[in-house]
C-alpha cells in the first residue's frame, strides 16, 4: 500500500484571484491575451517538482545535506533517491515514513538505507495570480500532456477551439 502516490494540481479561482496548489510534475498554465500582438500567450503558473531541475536536486540536496545519493542520475534521467522523479507527492508513503519501507512491499522499491526525515515532500508550491481582462483560460495538466506539446502549443490549441461545446 505504501508504494501507491500521485502528483496533485488544484486550480481555484474566488473573487477574481486564481490560486494553484501543486504537488509533482503536472503544470497549470494561463493563457493571456496580447493585445499589441492579438496572440494569447502561455504563462507557466505552477511550480515543477521533477528532480530533472537543477533547482528541485538543490532542494533535495539542502534537505537532505547528509545524503548524497538523494538525486541519482540513472539510465540519463534523475530520480529522487535512484527510484521517482518526482520530489513532491500524496501517497508514496515508503518515501515518507520509514514504517511503509518495508515487507510486503516490493524490494525493488525498497530503501536499503534507513532514513529520519521524509525523503519526498507532501508540501504543495501554491501560487497566487490576480485575474485580468486579458486572461483567457487555463490549463491544468498531467506530464503526459506536456511530454507531447509546449506550454504555447496547448493554449493555441484552446485558443482555436470551438467554446460552444
Not at 508540501?123 to 486572461?135: G, Q
Amino acid at each position: 500500500m505504501g508504494a501507491v502516490g500521485s502528483c496533485c494540481l488544484v486550480g481555484v479561482i474566488c473573487d477574481g484571484t486564481l490560486y494553484v496548489a501543486n504537488l509533482g510534475d503536472s503544470q497549470a498554465v494561463l493563457g493571456r491575451f496580447v493585445k499589441a500582438t492579438g496572440e494569447v500567450l502561455a504563462l507557466q503558473l505552477s511550480a515543477e517538482h521533477n528532480a530533472s531541475f537543477d533547482s528541485v536536486r538543490q532542494e533535495l540536496h539542502s534537505m537532505h545535506p547528509d545524503d548524497p545519493q538523494i538525486a541519482v542520475l540513472k539510465h540519463n534521467v534523475w530520480r529522487v533517491k535512484g527510484l521517482i522523479q518526482i520530489s513532491r507527492s500524496i501517497g508514496d508513503l515508503y518515501l515518507k515514513n520509514a514504517e511503509y519501507n518495508k515487507e510486503p512491499l516490493y524490494a525493488k522499491f525498497r530503501l536499503r538505507e534507513p532514513f529520519k526525515r521524509p525523503i519526498l515532500s507532501a508540501d504543495p508550491s501554491i501560487s497566487v495570480h490576480e485575474l485580468e481582462p486579458h486572461d483567457q483560460f487555463f490549463i491544468l495538466a498531467s506530464d503526459g500532456l506536456w511530454e507531447h506539446l509546449s506550454y504555447q502549443e496547448a493554449v493555441d490549441i484552446v485558443q482555436h477551439s470551438s467554446r460552444n461545446v
